[in-house]
């Protein structure tokens, strides 16, 4: 069976790499290249500012199109062994086509558990680089308006000592507004902060008029007001609109963080569930592809690759736009969060399931 395996690998692994650079270039021409266009004849932008561009959006790019390339891989793997009466020969031997599609749905986890980690460690990253480049180097926005929803993070030797959340950050009067501070100890909440602003002065941000809970694990065991109280930790007024970062351009533990400050601070954590769910029901999709697209590339007759390629297109289309209709749902608060991201791959598993049952029958 290794032989037959490295074989069936090999006719998967061509059609996968191929849809790897096809979908890719598709993307790219679609929307990125039209992008840079547009950043040189509105803005300027050099030629150097532009290869910027156009390399940091490979990444995000490449996270979406590898659940389409294992698709197009498994579909046209199994549709030229099915064409080819070689699915038959196999499975004459006594193997059952479960067994046959294995070696390809091994390689479609790892290549989905790859993903995570890629869209955990190099996709935040170059996120965070190409709104730099964007926003310094092409539109020159060097000072931002209002930001929304400010997180600041205390972290000391890999442990989260403070976190702070405002609700806005006003540039033209220096002041952060509606601030809820967290302290933490062995990553538990022993202390909570309110305060309706707090105002830059002598290079430090001073809280004013704010309530101090101290809590306890029955509840909140006293009850201080201040007038005056100091967030040594916080970024300058003119670090905030550049380290406050998008949900896409952070971790995991970024995103789980920010969670938290949301919650303390009572605002609609939604976003940010979806996004965290998001960083692994998006890659996982490569090795759902690959259980659907396996037994729906088995045909009883003799089939050319483009309708391989069609069909692959199809399911790509009506993935996304189911995909989209529910995270849109979820965002609305219409349906849970999680079921909301989820819920696209678990119809695909369901489906390729039956599928196989059905061939194997």
């Given at each position: 069976m290794r032989l037959l395996d490295k074989y069936i690998l090999n006719e998967f692994l061509a059609p996968?790499?191929?849809?790897?650079?096809?979908?890719?270039?598709?993307?790219?021409?679609?929307?990125?290249?039209?992008?840079?266009?547009?950043?040189?004849?509105?803005?300027?932008?050099?030629?150097?500012?532009?290869?910027?561009?156009?390399?940091?959006?490979?990444?995000?790019?490449?996270?979406?199109?590898?659940?389409?390339?294992?698709?197009?891989?498994?579909?046209?793997?199994?549709?030229?062994?099915?064409?080819?009466?070689?699915?038959?020969?196999?499975?004459?031997?006594?193997?059952?086509?479960?067994?046959?599609?294995?070696?390809?749905?091994?390689?479609?986890?790892?290549?989905?558990?790859?993903?995570?980690?890629?869209?955990?460690?190099?996709?935040?990253?170059?996120?965070?680089?190409?709104?730099?480049v964007l926003n310094t180097e092409i539109k020159k926005n060097l000072n931002p308006g209002v930001t929304d929803h400010v997180v600041v993070r205390d972290v000391q030797h890999g442990k989260i000592l403070h976190l702070l959340y405002a609700r806005r950050y006003n540039p033209k009067t220096k002041q952060l507004e509606n601030i809820t501070v967290q302290e933490f100890q062995n990553e538990e909440v022993i202390r909570v902060e309110n305060a309706p602003k707090a105002v830059w002065q002598n290079g430090m941000w001073i809280m004013e008029n704010g309530v101090i809970y101290d809590l306890t694990g029955d509840g909140v065991d006293r009850m201080i007001h201040f007038d005056h109280q100091e967030i040594p930790y916080a970024q300058s007024p003119d670090e905030i609109p550049k380290e406050n970062k998008n949900f896409d351009e952070m971790t995991i533990r970024e995103l789980t963080l920010t969670k938290k400050a949301y919650q303390a601070a009572h605002a609609d954590t939604t976003p940010l569930t979806m996004e965290i769910q998001r960083r692994f029901s998006l890659p996982m999709a490569s090795f759902v592809f690959a259980i659907a697209g396996a037994p729906l590339g088995v045909q009883k007759q003799r089939s050319s690759s483009s309708i391989g390629f069609g069909i692959s297109v199809v399911i790509i289309f009506v993935y996304y736009a189911v995909m989209t209709f529910l995270e849109a749902l979820g965002k609305g608060h219409v349906m849970p969060a999680i079921p909301a991201v989820w819920l696209p791959n678990l119809i695909a598993l369901v489906c390729g399931c039956w599928l196989i049952h059905r061939v194997d029958k």
């Open positions: 996968f790499l191929f849809g790897v650079a096809a979908f890719t270039a598709i993307f790219l021409g679609a929307d990125t290249l039209l992008k840079i266009a547009s950043y040189v004849t509105k803005y300027g932008a050099s030629s150097t500012s532009a290869l910027k561009i156009f390399i940091l959006a490979l990444p995000r790019i490449v996270v979406y199109t590898f659940p389409m390339a294992v698709l197009l891989g498994a579909l046209m793997c199994f549709s030229k062994l099915s064409g080819s009466s070689e699915l038959i020969v196999m499975r004459s031997s006594g193997q059952s086509f479960l067994r046959l599609a294995m070696p390809v749905f091994i390689v479609s986890l790892v290549i989905s558990l790859c993903a995570v980690a890629f869209n955990e460690y190099v996709v935040p990253w170059t996120n965070r680089e190409y709104d730099y």
